[in-house]
């Protein structure tokens, strides 16, 4: 049984969100257990009829860390919210996993502080999958790090490498450096050291990939400091949202468009459904030694269903031992490189 | 009369596409005289009737720099190449702005040591148009820079504000900061610092901009380092082709599919076109004494016209006048900045 606590109080929808979506994974996976986190008075309604389901128990939390809340203010003084006794949960063994869709900053430093970093890593990382034109990739750190060491850049490797050999049982899974060119002289000096240090490791490094090969689904896991990781996602939603809305725009134009339309609905609808941001919710931070997943903050019920989800993949794959396997691997060769990058 | 210097070897097709594209230039644009530089042996022929046209004329240049060829080396040792050739017409005045689908890293290079830059630009920045749902917006840098400091940062929202206001009669073009988070407190020391220098300028400063920020049409000019602008870039290139490519997909799936198709065609021609990246091909490279104008490798005749028009326009409506009044507005608050900053 595998055991997930959900931070029910954060989101931009709170628990309207977060409970209707736990009670759905509930139905739908029997080997979980569900810990709803937040205040009692406001979860136990919205339960319902799994009010006394064996597989769920709601952990009372009385604080709430708001949205725009400091993640320093919300680390100090807020002990007792949803979003800290969810990821506690996760400390003191009582869960495998934590999710939570509240303030983003405040979810890194919290479970930061309270579950530690895992031997041989220096920061946390965010990493989720995003669609290629082959499947898909998994692009870290994608906002945790605005500067990264390339000493970091190579954790992130291994991290990710660790993530997806975990999750879907790839042996070896292509790692690339993103840059902004394939050449080996391209890129800033913290990036041409980061693949110095990628290519003298074990990993399966195939060496740089520009922005473009990210959707071109050019490795397996794709490496970059955070202020990169998080342009290059925010980018691709604002040209997604925008394509979207002008090709609704044009099929609405007038009657022989709208009729237009009407005949290639269902190809559209495959097409939206392909690419449905909803289905690649739920960023874990890795590095921690525990699992801490970070959903979308404006995500709806299903696109919540799948960070609760991606928890519980990570917790089944047991995808911490795997990058702590990983790391102590490479130690034989961090020394070495960390000497000659500093 | 405007006079663009083109370098007709450049590209991965060279003078077919470049050539072609000349001539049809020269007919839609009765205020241009071209200067067609490459091999006279090699251009001579494609000419065909224009071979005697009295706005074209054929400058003999012996050597090409290879696409793959290194900018230092091409700087050195091909003096008499297409690309070196035409810049020197723009140097000696006998063209108002020049153009090459060449090896980007040589066109910089080449620009910046035979036209130098202008006073108080530190580097020179890559700056292209880009759709939004409200029309475009300008970033830069979008790739000549991989690291910046904030002063350069400011330059680029001088420059970026001087080409909008010089190209689209926009008095105070808005310019925005790419973060990744709107408030003051994100971002790494470089932006962040940065965004104190555009606060306290006479630019219209809007913000941080996150990277979504750039298709909503945050601001006409959005500021960045070039390894940042040309990933955000590569990336949107990269998800548009994926769209692209998997909505052909669906709509040639079965019979039913391929009628569909018939039905939506226009509307989906419409679409295609409002963001054919084509129509915006062309990067100035600003802050040079001089004009200088990428276009894609990989450009067709359409596409290449496109950047040959950005030259003339950025020629008629003298851009490098503006930037250097724009640069003389801010020399007051300049040097104060700099030493807070440093």
């Known amino acids: ?30 080997s979980v257990q569900l810990l709803l986190v937040g205040r ?5 309604p919205l339960l319902g009829a799994q009010a ?27 002990k007792d919210s949803s979003m800290r006794v969810a990821i506690n949960q996760v400390k003191s063994g ?27 890593i220096d920061r946390p990382s965010l990493c989720a999958p995003l669609p290629t034109s082959r499947g898909h990739t998994h692009l870290l750190d994608q906002g945790a790090n605005v500067d990264c060491t ?13 993530l997806v050999a975990a999750m879907e049982r790839k042996e070896k899974p292509t790692v690339g450096l993103l840059n902004i060119g394939e050449e080996d002289i391209k890129g800033n000096e913290v990036v041409k050291a980061a693949a110095e240090l990628l290519r003298r490791s074990d990993l399966n490094f195939v060496g740089n990939v520009e922005g473009d090969g990210i959707y071109r689904g050019c490795a397996d896991v794709i490496v970059c400091d ?6 290059a996602l925010k980018t691709s939603e604002g040209l997604a949202q925008m394509l979207a809305g002008s ?32 289905c690649y919710n739920g960023a874990i931070l890795l590095g921690l030694k525990g699992i801490s997943v970070k959903s979308h903050g404006s995500a709806d019920e299903l696109a919540f269903g799948n960070a609760i989800r991606r928890a519980f993949d990570a917790a089944e794959n047991r995808v911490l031992e795997r990058i702590a396997a990983q790391m102590a691997q490479m130690t034989q060769l961090q020394p070495l490189a960390a000497e000659e990058v500093q």
């Open 1 to 30: 049984m595998t055991r997930i606590a959900i931070d029910c109080m954060g989101g931009d929808h709170g628990p309207s969100v977060t409970v209707p979506a736990a009670i759905r994974f509930l139905a739908e996976q029997s």
């Open 40 to 44: 009692e008075e406001v979860l136990r």
């Open 52 to 78: 006394d389901h064996p597989r769920l128990r709601v952990v009372h939390a009385s604080e709430v860390v708001g949205m725009d809340e400091s993640p320093s203010l919300a680390l100090r003084n807020k």
């Open 94 to 120: 009582d869960a495998d996993a934590c999710v939570s869709a509240g303030n983003t900053g405040a979810l890194m430093a919290i479970s930061r502080f309270v579950l530690k970093m895992l031997p041989g």
């Open 150 to 162: 390339a000493q970091q850049l190579l954790q992130f490797g291994v991290m990710g490498t660790a």
């Open 226 to 231: 955070g202020f990169v990781g998080n342009v």
């Open 247 to 278: 090709l609704r725009d044009e099929f609405k134009r007038n009657w022989l468009t709208r009729l237009a339309a009407l005949f290639a609905i269902s190809v559209l609808n495959r097409f939206k459904k392909r690419f449905d941001h909803r």
